[in-house]
């Protein structure tokens, strides 16, 4: 889903395997270093993922020791899209007109942006 967008395009999702933790996975314009790719095809690891974890303060990037703790999940992300801090690189929240009308009420309500990805 993320493949064929820009660099810092990004997704945060529920945790599946850590309960009240978030996922993020962020696209990014190269692979980390030392990562070898035996298909030639690098897209599969332009897509980089996170935990953030729900700390007694607020939620925080699991094991990055540089990151402070944030008091909300859209803190957190809009810290990111100013500088990165441990991510490789910075989040780029979407501009209103990207997103469709049933989005824009979401990212209003929830005081953060959001992107739905749907299989259309």
């Known amino acids: 889903m993320l493949k064929d967008r820009p660099p810092g395009t990004f997704v945060v999702r529920d945790s599946n395997s850590f309960p009240g933790a978030f996922g993020l996975a962020v696209k990014v314009a190269q692979p980390p270093p030392g990562v070898q790719n035996k298909t030639g095809d690098i897209s599969n690891e332009l897509v980089r993922h996170f935990l953030i974890e729900p700390t007694a303060k607020g939620v925080r990037l ?4 540089n990151e402070p703790i944030f008091g909300s999940l859209s803190a957190l992300v809009y810290q990111h899209s100013i500088t990165p801090l441990a991510l490789p690189c910075k989040l ?16 209003f309500s929830f005081s953060c942006s959001i992107i739905t990805v749907s299989a259309d």
């Open 92 to 107: 780029v929240i979407p501009e209103i007109g990207e997103l469709s009308l049933s989005n824009q009420c979401l990212a």
């Open 62 to 65: 699991k094991g990055c020791a």
